[in-house]
């Protein structure tokens, strides 16, 4: 047990900055108080490095015999895009709880009282959260994945609640907890029957006795249900209705953050059960057609010819098209920015399935894999910048002295003239997300196009690239209402907020996707590598069989 | 690196102009837009004509090596010709906007500035994802142009626009990607996306591979064009646009479709252009024709001026798909004749608009008597456009049909087979002599509705709109961009203005008088581009006259 340490430097630095976090948000000292962001920050950057520095990779992984063996590179990617994209999404919460409270200490109108301040809990969630996410990708058994995913969401629940002062993000919260519940609950079954059908949590040993044994019926209602459940981590169908209301109640930031977030968490979750379920196997070979698996119980390992069981593949497939169909319809028919960027996150998840779908192959352009793992981080950046620009603009504070955020597509209108940064990082992140060449939405596209060509699903190429031409119209508002149009004199204005480094995660977040674009081919190949699957084809090696565990051997 | 200075000196001038004080806008938008044009005009003297099928400045820099994609440019003689074509219109157009932008002068220029390095980048590029960033990015500056600057339905007309071609160039990208997968599938995981390298395997797609991607490309290349049923955008974004934004779109913008079928369906789907020939043709056929029966029944000029531009398109794309040396020799210059002179057509137009804020055939007339130089400048451009011999549009008009008419033994299809025996001259293809024969009516039928428009408005009594006597402009115009310059124009045009178009008009004349210095060096690249397309359809992996599901023999 001791050597799955190795994997876990960048969580461990994570958590005691969540400690310390805790203990210095609650100083009585406002400077000391205002530090707490910082020091998150820092140990977010540390987290990072230490991601990118000791986790072990390749050959040095299988020797350490721990962590799971069918994703091998995976966990150091993912952690370091995770440090990356916390690390933006960190700038832009700054100032969402608090501010009142701070205000009024300072004025000296009223002393520090913790139990009316929430700024240290707030980041001490945020902090928990990303932990939870990087526990996701260093998982290497459904208890691990279940615990990584529930860390990562429970704090989303309360920050929601507790992003804003208005009754909306208490309701929000309050819908994202149950719904959050259920979801939850519906993974947890299916992992549950996946161990009923398997014998094991254990995600290397599943994958061995899938491809010892063939994957019997129990086995496959577990995957299904668990990728049913799955589904509401990345807002997919039929598990996406809470997402517009939430990320409409929650404050435009924490909104940034369940965009990426909990469906990267979803993605590294649905990529290691798949990769448990399949994969593997070499292509070529007759893939067993729907009624063999329904009807046969038992499918043999040899018979799979096609990446995915079919009737696994079948499911993701049709969630994967309507996912893109219903986000985009339904994103056109918003008039609030939050609702307009929650459906286009669903149907950004849509986008992402497609490359789940294709599966892993030897090369970038044919990894539908590696697909995933670029458009995550492209994805995590562009909606970031959306988000941020939203943050980084209110109206001056009413009567509750609370500032009242910016949510209409009318409150854009103009928005150049008066804020120029601000309405060319909606411009340029829009058209981003839009895919328009050559920002790096476009190149994160491209491969899911490539990879899913690869694996001849070609009506879901013509279905993303439908999608995309429909998403053009809502994106297009969103990037041109600020430019192009002319403030309307009845709405009020709207200024920025007091918050600097809001505007600074905004810029950054436009600059990653121009400077992303030019220099896309490296991180290519760090994600290619991230990509590749412990067993291309034929047996796999350093994996214990399944009744290791009954002839008394220490497991894994 | 002529070809990257190019693309950089407009780039280069937007950048300046977005910095530097609105004021000085235009002046560092002109001078940019010579240089370019300087620019070109070395690049053209220092061409090889002796192998103008080759490309020609090529640079190459790697970008994503996992997809073999690279910033590779280079020209043959057609790119060549069209990127002159850019710069020529670059000044022009910034010339006609000099008193017709009056708003938000920064914008506009630094947009119209990025629009020309765009148009440079898709006729210099040598990879397809370089090809199909600069062709999409191209949609951004116009958008811009048309939503800020044109007339009063000008938002839905960009919307339209923009949705239009997106929409088929994402399906273009599709078929694209699968070209350039199957490339790679071919050669063992050897991503690449230059053009030559995939034309050169293209042939190992099967028929009905290849039908699907000519599908896939059309849908996206078509739209630009416009072909026949997708062209209901165009009209709309033409007369919204402004002066320049028409100027361009006539001019370059269109030409980017017709430029990707002869690039891109020829190099990737031989053997389905060749399949396929006749039933486009025939589309382009109903495209001259519907859009001229369209244009006769118009009252407002620069709409009648855009559904022309579907006809005239139609023509180009004729000859294009007769496949055969005259066919598509003539329909690269139909893409530069029709730049030339739809373009001047819109200037004009553009002129009467800024004078009298009127497009209407019904408030203008006998414009003869009041502007001389604007009525000779307007027969002479229109009979540019019918196609008078001895002036441009008559050697491309031609060319287009005589290629259709030899492009096969046959009379045509189908019982036309029996009425006559084979045809002297004939050449590979699968139009005939019909084709010509009803594209011709079109030739008459464009006749018809430009000299109908010109003797309304040219000859016949005065007539002007109520309030614009002469000297008193400005009560009544509808577009954001129509402020307080009027006062300052003449009645007839100034000297700005004629500067304008005399260069238009004399490349008119030269192309229509001489225009063999052109053919010469446009000869080796279209019968190269013929050749291969006929080669490459030969060794197809399914002969078509097996039709069935063969392999190479």
Redesign the interface.
């Known amino acids: 047990m001791i050597e799955r340490l190795a994997y876990m430097y960048p969580e461990i630095a994570l958590f005691i900055t969540t400690c310390v976090v805790m203990v210095v948000g609650l100083s009585r000292v406002q400077a000391t108080r205002n530090a707490t962001a910082v020091m998150a920050g820092l140990g977010i950057v540390i987290a990072g490095v230490l991601a990118f520095v000791t986790t072990p990779t390749g050959a040095d992984a299988a020797d350490k015999a721990a962590g799971q063996v069918l994703l091998p590179n995976l966990a150091m990617y993912m952690k370091v895009v995770i440090a990356g994209v916390g690390l933006l999404l960190l700038l832009v919460q700054a100032g969402t709880v608090d501010r009142v409270e701070e205000g009024l200490i300072s004025a000296g109108a009223r002393g520090y009282d913790a139990l009316r301040a929430n700024r240290a809990e707030y980041y001490a969630f945020f902090l928990f959260s990303l932990t939870g996410l990087m526990l996701c990708a260093s998982a290497d058994s459904l208890i691990w994945l279940f615990l990584a995913l529930e860390l990562t969401s429970l704090p989303t629940y309360i920050m929601v609640t507790i992003s804003s002062a208005r009754n909306k993000s208490r309701e929000a919260g309050v819908k994202y907890f149950f719904l959050g519940a259920l979801g939850a609950a519906v993974f947890l079954y299916g992992f549950a029957l996946l161990y009923g059908g398997t014998g094991s949590t254990n995600l290397n040993q599943i994958a061995f006795s899938f491809s010892a044994h063939g994957i019997n019926s129990i086995a496959m209602a577990g995957l299904l249900v668990s990728i049913l459940g799955l589904c509401f981590k990345i807002a997919a169908v039929p598990m996406h209705f809470y997402t517009a209301d939430v990320y409409e109640g929650a404050a435009p930031q924490v909104s940034g953050f369940l965009a990426f977030v909990p469906k990267a968490a979803g993605f590294i979750a649905l990529m290691l059960v798949l990769s448990a379920a399949g994969w593997r196997f070499e292509r070529g070979a007759a893939a067993p057609s729907l009624s063999d698996v329904l009807q046969g119980g038992v499918t043999r390992a040899s018979e799979f010819g096609h990446s995915l069981p079919e009737s696994v593949r079948l499911m993701l497939w049709v969630i994967a098209a309507l996912t893109m169909t219903i986000g985009n319809v339904l994103a056109l028919l918003q008039t609030s920015v939050k609702r307009t960027l929650a459906y286009s996150s669903i149907a950004h998840s849509g986008y992402m399935l497609v490359g789940l779908i294709a599966g892993p192959a030897?090369?970038?352009?044919?990894s539908g894999i590696a697909a995933v793992l670029f458009y995550l981080l492209s994805y995590g950046v562009m909606s970031t910048g959306t988000f941020a620009v939203l943050a980084a603009l209110e109206r001056r504070a009413g009567p509750d002295g609370e500032a009242r955020e910016v949510d209409q597509m009318d409150d854009l209108r103009g928005l150049t003239a008066t804020q120029p940064v601000l309405g060319w990082v909606m411009t340029i992140c829009s058209?981003s997300l839009l895919?328009?060449?050559?920002l790096l939405g476009?190149?994160g596209k491209?491969?899911l196009?490539?990879s899913a060509?690869?694996a001849k699903e070609y009506v879901l190429?013509?279905v993303l690239?439908?999608n995309?031409?429909i998403a053009?119209?809502y994106y297009?508002r969103l990037a041109?209402l600020p430019?192009?149009e002319k403030k309307d004199e009845f709405v009020e204005v709207v200024g920025v907020s007091p918050f600097p480094s809001r505007v600074l995660g905004a810029v950054v977040s436009a600059a990653g996707v121009i400077v992303l674009a030019v220099v896309?081919?490296r991180v290519?190949?760090t994600v290619?590598s991230a990509a590749t699957t412990g067993v291309q084809a034929g047996p796999m090696p350093a994996i214990e069989p399944v009744h290791a565990k009954t002839t008394g051997e220490p497991g894994v | 690196m002529i070809l990257v200075a190019l693309i950089l000196i407009p780039l280069l001038g937007a950048l300046l102009v977005a910095v530097s004080p609105s004021g000085s806008s235009r002046a560092i938008a002109m001078m940019a837009t010579l240089v370019a044009l300087a620019v070109s005009v070395v690049a053209a003297v220092k061409f090889d004509y002796h192998q103008a099928q080759a490309m020609q400045f090529a640079v190459a820099a790697p970008w994503f090596d996992q997809f073999g994609i690279t910033f590779s440019v280079g020209v043959d003689s057609i790119s060549g010709i069209l990127i002159l074509l850019t710069c020529l219109l670059g000044p022009v157009c910034v010339a006609c906007s000099t008193t017709a932008i009056t708003e938000r002068q920064k914008t506009y220029y630094a947009w119209l500035l990025v629009l020309q390095a765009a148009m440079t980048g898709v006729f210099a590029s040598r990879d397809l994802v370089l090809f199909y960033i600069c062709f999409e990015f191209t949609l951004i500056p116009m958008f811009i142009l048309i939503s800020l600057w044109g007339s009063t339905n000008r938002k839905r007309a960009a919307i339209k626009f923009f949705l239009y071609t997106f929409t088929g160039s994402v399906i273009a990208l599709a078929g694209l990607v699968y070209v350039a997968w199957h490339h790679a599938d071919m050669s063992g995981g050897n991503w690449s996306f230059d053009i030559l390298t995939l034309r050169d395997s293209a042939d190992d797609m099967t028929a009905r591979e290849q039908g699907w991607v000519l599908l896939a490309l059309m849908a996206g290349f078509a739209v630009k064009v416009p072909l026949f049923p997708v062209h209901t955008w165009l009209p709309l974004a033409h007369t919204e646009a402004p002066t320049a934004g028409s100027v361009v779109l006539a001019g370059v913008l269109l030409k980017l479709g017709t430029y990707a079928i002869l690039r891109f369906v020829f190099a990737f789907a031989p053997a389905a252009v060749v399949e396929y020939a006749p039933l486009l043709a025939t589309l382009s056929i109903v495209g001259i024709i519907y859009g001229g029966l369209i244009c006769w029944v118009q009252t407002d000029v620069k709409k009648l001026v855009a559904y022309s531009s579907v006809a005239h398109l139609g023509f180009c794309m004729l000859g294009m798909f007769a496949l055969n040396g005259s066919g598509v020799l003539g329909s690269v210059l139909y893409m530069v004749n029709h730049g030339l002179s739809t373009g001047a057509l819109f200037l004009l137009i553009g002129m009467i608009y800024e004078r009298y804020h009127t497009r209407s055939m019904k408030e203008l007339g006998g414009l003869a008597s009041k502007m001389p130089v604007w009525s000779t400048f307007m027969v002479f451009f229109v009979m540019a456009s019918v196609g008078l011999p001895g002036l441009n549009g008559f050697v491309s008009e031609f060319l287009c049909m005589k290629g259709a008419f030899q492009a096969s033994s046959a009379w045509g299809s189908g019982v036309w087979n029996s009425v006559g025996g084979p045809l002297p001259g004939a050449t590979a293809g699968n139009l005939g002599p019909w084709y010509a024969f009803i594209a011709g009516t079109g030739v008459i039928i464009a006749a018809m509705y430009l000299l109908y428009m010109t003797g309304k408005v040219v000859w016949g009594t005065l007539l002007e709109p109520a309030g614009h006597g002469h000297g008193s402009h400005g009560s009544h115009g509808g577009g954001v961009s129509h402020g307080s310059h009027e006062s300052v124009l003449p009645a007839d045009l100034n000297r700005r203005e004629i500067l304008t178009l005399v260069p238009l008009a004399a490349l008119c004349l030269f192309l229509g008088l001489y225009p063999k210095p052109v053919v010469d060096a446009l000869t080796p690249a279209v019968s190269n581009a013929v050749r291969t397309v006929h080669e490459n359809a030969a060794t197809s992996r399914v002969p078509l006259a097996a039709g069935g599901e063969g392999v190479r023999p």
């Open positions: 030897d090369s970038f352009a044919r058209l895919g328009l060449p050559p476009f190149f491209l491969p196009f490539t060509i690869h190429v013509v690239g439908i995309s031409a053009a119209f297009l041109f430019f192009l896309g081919g290519m190949d290619q």
